[in-house]
């Protein structure tokens, strides 16, 4: 977490809040939150997935310098396995949200709800990664946190291509799942994990 000088000027202080990671097969879910200065503009935000990948790590940095506070968490597999990718991400975000300092007076969820127990009112903007500047810039957090995450695994397990797909159930992945199984990073309740290790365990 990094905070800058701010100055209220009688005007909230309202996080934008997104979350990346809910397809994957592999590694933990992601969420950013972000109150952005209205005095430090940042061009160029939109939805991280409308940007190329050296667009947001230039972007990456520049948020971090100049919101007024930015936080990064995340829900572990154990966690997506227990509670659902959806409570998950959920609990993600309100980590996210609720580590920020200062807090938070109002913040702005993409996506169509607000997960429980946020230290502060909320309001869910679907689509809100292109509607709302602060949410993009927590988009592009989470993307570019979760992406060097997927790199670092695939120096590990090089075998399953994760810097190529970042997790996603794409051909290559489903093959290489396949030929070399599941690792300790794979969700173990989705589908073509769960299969796979009950072929495994008959």
């Not at 689509?127 to 500047?133: A, R």
Request: neutral net charge.
């Amino acid at each position: 977490m990094q905070i800058q000088g701010f100055d209220f000027r009688g005007q909230q202080l309202v996080a934008g809040v997104d979350e990346v990671g809910r397809g994957p097969l592999v590694g933990r879910v992601v969420a950013a939150a972000v109150i952005l200065d209205p005095s430090k503009p940042i061009a160029g935000l939109t939805d991280s997935k409308k940007l190329t990948e050296k667009k947001r790590e230039a972007l990456y940095p520049l948020i971090q310098e100049r919101a007024l506070a930015w936080s990064i968490a995340w829900a572990e597999v154990a966690e997506i396995d227990e509670l659902n990718i959806l409570h998950a991400s959920m609990l993600a975000m309100s980590r996210a949200v609720n580590q920020l300092t200062p807090a938070p007076e109002y913040a702005l969820i993409d996506g169509n709800r607000c997960p429980p127990g946020l230290v502060c009112p909320s309001e869910a903007i679907v689509k809100g990664d292109l509607k709302e500047p602060s949410i993009s810039a927590a988009s592009i957090l989470a993307k570019v946190y979760r992406d060097r995450e997927m790199k670092a695994l695939d120096v590990e397990y090089p075998d399953y291509g994760f810097a190529q797909h970042k997790g996603y159930p794409t051909p290559l992945h489903l093959e290489r799942l396949k030929k070399y199984g599941p690792i300790s990073e794979h969700r173990r309740s989705f589908k073509p994990v769960a299969r796979l290790l009950e072929q495994h365990s008959v």
